[in-house]
RNA sequence: GCUCACGUGGCCUAGCGGUGAGGGCACCGCAUUGUCAAUGCGGAGAUCGCGGGUUCGAAUCCCGCCGUGAGCGCCA
């Protein structure tokens, strides 16, 4: 229809005559010239109506007037050109002009100055796309899927799709259901990952496997979270840990390099998980600014401070902190509240290198007199703690740390500082944790997910002290955010026996939940670990968003609420009687048959 | 499930115990020959999220509900 892009417009077209389609971004109308900023997905440019016929029809466009136009291209009269736009050196003199299909009013405005609310925009997502803003970042994104595509095809991976209508897999969250009417009262469950089918792949013999894949995972909403979201899932046979770190480094440094300008230094450095938890007290720390944890447990053996007398004791220092307000200071105690904690102890260092705040008179002379050395806090500053079972305190002081960086302003938005997070513990006792979702019934459950292979050192000995085993886990990191994990994958059926029989899992509820991957492993299943990135938080970070709904075309608002569609819907009562929801299972049933 | 914040014409927003609920954008009409977030004049458009309470009087104070957002729990 066309002949031309109109922000691909330049001076040196200057003369030719184009045809351009597209919408009425802005009309400036004064009567005997009216000004148009035609918008296509290329960019803008201005169309010039003069008197006469043009003008008249001109005058009746509206804002998203969708348009076909026939004009030359000239340049700008002297002192007219705009600089602010591409374009900006011309305009189009128009000589033919169709109204392809009108728009009416407008229910938010598409300017790019103002900024309507989330709610509006999402219902019209079709029309916030037309936004430089929205639609640069799913450009972006297409972008994301053809960078990682190159590298992986580059590296003889094969693209492989896995059903989404399947069983269970055991990542933790809560599956989403689907009746089977075929089958009533037997239900289908959405992948969360395409974890066990990925697995078969490697059985299979496809050795490189990756698929851009949608997960469901029916959990509550955070901004960085949606009840859909993508992966880019891949799995490699005969590969260790190191061969799987260094692809996932080609990929996200691919993408780092040509979409943020920003050379990734590799190999991108690694701290084990409990180097993490003890310095920045979270397994994903964000490695932007300095500030780390420092424990005092030894420091407080002896303490007459009751609230200290705890298995650990630790702190991080605020600096500059002291000169706080006792408002503010009381606000951090809310902000503690909030996060399940009683409070959050502080002491203030005085210029002079005295202590106050109000738990100072509670410790020991000797302790105050070490105090400000131990936890590296200089005059001027202000140190919190937090006392109690390690993996608490430690979370708290890791959330302080990075509310102290926001607020002192240590982090260099530009930054990106990655690192994979290594050596996890392969169990977790469940009494630290609502096992209600756990895998098995045991004291332990899997930290990643049951079919991590314990490292090499601990495959022997796991069962003696579940707690200690190490996994061949590894989770990728940057500025604070997990953006994949992947671990090594247990390929032998009385590796994987043992590992559930630790989370207390029994013969016959393995075999009646994974039986089928037990099975797969009886026939020379090959070794075999991979990793998954979290695409939708990549894409976040790549655009600079603050929302994972930028970089998703239409994503669902919380409560799991899509606000264009107005999914999930009621259905009708033949819906409901074909699909079998109403089910109910006869009292006593043997157990057995394919269905559970 | 818990905590906090917000909800005023289509959009953005002012008002926080007595107002004719004010403004900007959009919309309709008129004017307008160099704008680029054009401009000027005029017009229409609001059960102030819903329900209850306090008060002589409520958009404004209180309670409940609903919706949205953020955080926690939960979730890699």
Request: net charge negative.
């Amino acid at each position: 229809m066309r002949t031309h892009e109109a922000g691909s417009l330049r001076a040196e077209h200057a003369g030719q005559t184009v045809t351009l389609t597209g919408w009425v971004a802005r009309r400036r109308d004064h009567g005997g010239v009216i000004f148009i900023d035609l918008r296509d997905a290329s960019g803008v440019v201005q169309v010039v109506f003069r008197e006469g016929e043009m003008a008249d029809r001109a005058h009746r466009l509206r804002s998203e007037f969708c348009l076909k136009i026939v004009g030359t291209v000239e340049i700008r009269p002297e002192g007219n050109e705009n600089a602010e736009i591409p374009t900006g050196a011309v305009e189009i003199t128009t000589s033919d002009l169709e109204v392809l299909n009108e728009s009416a009013p407008l229910p938010f405005p598409l300017d790019e100055h103002v900024e309507a609310g989330e709610e509006i925009r999402l219902r019209h997502r079709y029309l916030d796309l037309r936004r430089s803003g929205p639609a640069r970042a799913l450009r972006m994104r297409s972008e994301v899927n053809r960078i990682a595509r190159t590298v992986l095809h580059a590296n003889d991976f094969v693209e492989i799709e896995t059903p989404t209508l399947t069983r269970s897999t055991p990542e933790g969250a809560r599956d989403f259901l689907v009746p089977a009417r075929l089958q009533p009262g037997s239900w289908y469950a959405l992948p969360q990952s395409p974890q066990l089918f990925k697995q078969l792949l490697m059985v299979g013999g496809m050795e490189r496997y990756y698929q851009i894949a949608r997960c469901y995972r029916d959990e509550d909403f955070r901004a960085d979270r949606q009840p859909e979201f993508t992966q880019l899932d891949i799995e490699m046979s005969f590969v260790d840990q190191d061969d799987v770190i260094a692809l996932g480094e080609q990929v996200i440094s691919a993408l780092w390099k040509e979409l943020a300008d920003h050379e990734i230094a590799l190999p991108i450095p690694r701290i084990s998980y409990a180097d993490a938890m003890a310095r920045y007290g979270s397994d994903k720390p964000d490695l932007r600014f300095e500030v780390e944890l420092t424990e005092l447990t030894e420091y407080f053996a002896e303490t007459p401070f009751r609230v200290f007398q705890a298995p650990y004791v630790g702190c991080v220092v605020m600096p500059g902190g002291a000169s706080q307000p006792r408002k503010k200071l009381d606000a951090w105690q809310e902000w503690a509240k909030q996060r399940g904690a009683k409070g959050l102890a502080y002491v203030l260092v005085t210029e002079d290198g005295t202590l106050g705040g109000p738990i100072a008179k509670n410790l020991s002379d000797a302790e105050r007199e070490g105090l400000a050395k131990a936890a590296g806090a200089n005059p001027g500053d202000c140190v919190f703690f937090a006392a109690g079972q390690p993996n608490d305190a430690r979370a708290l002081l890791g959330a302080a740390r990075v509310e102290i960086a926001h607020r002192c302003g240590l982090i260099d938005e530009d930054a990106w500082a990655f690192a994979w997070v290594v050596d996890f513990p392969l169990f977790e006792a469940t009494d630290q944790i609502g096992d209600d979702v756990a895998v098995g019934s045991g004291k332990w459950t899997a930290l990643h997910h049951a079919f991590t292979s314990p490292t090499p050192d601990s495959i022997d000995t796991f069962e003696q002290d579940p707690g200690a085993a190490k996994a061949y886990a590894y989770d990728m990191v940057c500025n604070g955010n997990e953006i994949g994990g992947g671990s090594i994958r247990i390929h032998r059926a009385d590796v994987q026996k043992r590992v559930f029989e630790v989370m207390g899992l029994t013969e016959e509820e393995s075999q009646e939940k994974f039986g089928f991957l037990l099975d797969a492993f009886k026939y020379g299943a090959p070794p075999h670990g991979g990793i998954a990135y979290g695409w939708d938080r990549i894409c976040m970070l790549l655009a600079k968003a603050d929302s994972l709904r930028d970089v998703i075309a239409f994503p669902k608002s919380g409560g799991g609420f899509d606000p264009l569609t107005s999914a999930p819907a009621q259905i009708t009562p033949q819906q409901r009687k074909e699909a079998g929801v109403d089910f109910k299972p006869k009292p006593v049933e043997p157990k057995g048959e394919a269905a559970s």
